[in-house]
């Protein structure tokens, strides 16, 4: 099994249903056929972006009424210098202007358009914690 297979089930499981913890993620992940560490699984949550909100994983991504900032929020990557951060319309300025005044260290820069907001990072293992604390600057807690 590849990381990005892994992953890409990984994104599927937390998709689907509610998972509390790593065990119950590498459970998942064995009744689907794939056997996994827990530190490879710890490895992907991060590089993921993964945040635990009320208590259960989520991707990085905030739908209408959840934040008192944007409308919405969704975070992904490209490549691996890269966060594309969609927002509402409109709304894209706002967050990368926010994003820029956080100085946020693994950040290099932001480019906004209309509802989309790219996110330059130095690299890839800067990827997930940059994409945590961008989430974070919504007024959203990720600990639950």
């Given amino acids: 099994m590849t990381k990005k297979t892994r ?5 599927d499981i937390i998709r689907a249903k509610p998972v509390a913890n790593q065990q119950q993620l590498l459970d998942e992940l064995r009744r689907l056929g794939l056997t996994a560490t827990q530190s490879s699984v710890s490895r992907d949550l991060a590089e993921l ?7 259960v994983y989520r991707l990085p991504q905030l739908r209408r009424g959840e934040s008192p900032l944007v409308d919405v929020l969704d975070l992904d990557t490209a490549g691996d210098h890269l966060i594309v951060v969609k927002t509402g319309s409109g709304q894209a300025s706002m967050v990368a202007e926010r994003i820029d005044q956080a100085k946020i260290p693994e950040i ?3 480019i906004a358009g209309d509802n989309t907001v790219f996110v330059a990072v130095k690299g890839r293992a800067e990827q997930g914690r940059a994409m945590k604390q961008i989430f974070a600057l919504f007024n959203i807690s990720t600990r639950g």
């Fill in 108 to 110: 290099v820069g932001t």
């Fill in 49 to 55: 972006g993964v945040v635990k909100i009320k208590g």
């Fill in 7 to 11: 992953q890409s089930r990984i994104i």
